[in-house]
């Protein structure tokens, strides 16, 4: 923000007492506040005070006295409060607000970073998304988050209220089922069947998080993108103030509307990508790999053994050659060497897969060598718009000589602009 902005704080005057549907008042209006979007608040307990129809109390005799003034202190920009205060109304009755116009010297009111012209959640969530009932299987849910590409399906009853969200990470808690829908969307029928039968019929409402994490619609950018890097999760469910399901918000979502943001600024010299940096500032310098020396076994343990089933084969000088992934594997393998594999898959990470199909093959035939690279200079926008338009979760980062440096990953792009908002 410019030094010396104007700007407007606005003063709530309450008792220490007062309550909203049994919670203190005082903070009952700080949560709506945070939950709406607001910039930022500070109560303030006052020494002593009174007010019409009450005597002077002070606060050290808070023993004898109901009343202990309080001060709620909110500064924030004019558009926004006055968008927000009339929401507080029904909480506050007859308290006493002012608002009065102040200078900022200096202050963060979300004015800088790529997500500054995004007012809200409800601008950039997806406002139609696939939702199964409770009465539902996990089967019929499966097949919804399948046929849509939906990692998260939220539950809901009737009249669309939130009753659980059905992740990847659920079925898997719940019902042992370890393959991933991207896996699992390139099984045959045949396949599907004999791994999913006995759980298909399973109620969706047993496997289901009862008690998911949400965001509300009104509530900042910033807020919401906090929730997904500090949880981890892919999409979030966006509640209105009924706590009505109205949408999801993901992941691609948000670092969509950045990519908006940063490539709609008018002057070059003043676009916030280059505050945010390089690719090589934020990669990943330990990356999982392997030499393209490994036979397709031994290349195959290494894949179960990976996080996210994912690797990067290099040349004995550190070269890029391409990646391995257990979707690729699963495109070149057929018959029992297919079956074989799709067991260890299957397998818990702490349980010794059996032996692996390959012995006598290289690992060339199941590379991907056409794949998408990126170079420590590149800046963050031209990364962010490759990942997007390729669906991509990671990409490798290699220099001129195309020796592999680290990789790229979507989470990181993620946490580096929650150090801008």
Known sequence: ??????????????????????????????????????????????????????????????GLSSHVPLVIEW???????????????????????????????????????????????????????????????????????????????PVVDAQHHLLGVLTEQDIARRTGMLLSLQLIRLLTNEEGNLLLSALTSLPVTEVMNPEPRTVFAGASIPRALTLLVEWNHKQIPVLDRERVLVGLLGREDILRSAVEQLTGAEDEADQ????????????????????????????????????????????????????????????????????????????????????????????????????VKLGPTDNLLKATSLMLKNRLEQVPIVDAKGTLLGLLTRGALLRALVQEV
């Open 1 to 62: 923000m410019a030094d010396s902005e104007l700007i407007q704080c606005v003063r709530i005057y309450l008792n220490e007492d007062d309550l909203w549907r049994g919670q203190a008042l005082y903070l009952a209006v700080l949560e709506r506040l945070q939950r709406e979007g607001a910039t930022g608040a500070t109560v303030l307990k006052g020494q002593a005070g009174f007010g019409p129809g009450h005597r002077p109390r002070a606060a050290s005799f808070v």
């Open 272 to 371: 916030p990508v280059a505050k945010l940096g390089t690719v090589g500032m934020i990669m990943q310098t330990v990356v999982p790999r392997i030499e393209s020396t490994y036979s397709l076994a031994a290349a195959l343990q290494e894949v179960l053994a990976s996080p996210h089933h994912y690797l990067v084969v290099v040349d004995a000088e550190g070269q890029f050659q391409g990646e391995i992934t257990a979707p690729e594997v699963l495109k070149h393998l057929q018959g029992e060497e297919r079956a074989s594999f799709l067991a260890a898959l299957q397998r818990p990470t702490s349980v010794e897969a059996p032996e692996l199909p390959g012995n006598n093959r290289k690992l060339e035939e199941v590379l991907k060598r056409d794949i």
């Open 75 to 153: 500064l924030d920009r004019p558009e926004r409060i006055k968008s927000l205060l009339p929401l507080l109304d029904e909480m506050l009755g007859q308290a006493l607000i002012v608002i009065e116009e102040v200078r900022a010297y200096r202050a963060n009111l979300r004015s800088q970073g790529p997500l500054t012209g995004v007012s809200s959640v409800g601008d950039i969530m997806q406002t139609k998304p696939q939702t199964t009932l409770p009465t539902a299987t996990l089967g019929s849910a499966m097949a919804l988050m399948l046929k849509h590409r939906q990692t998260t399906l």
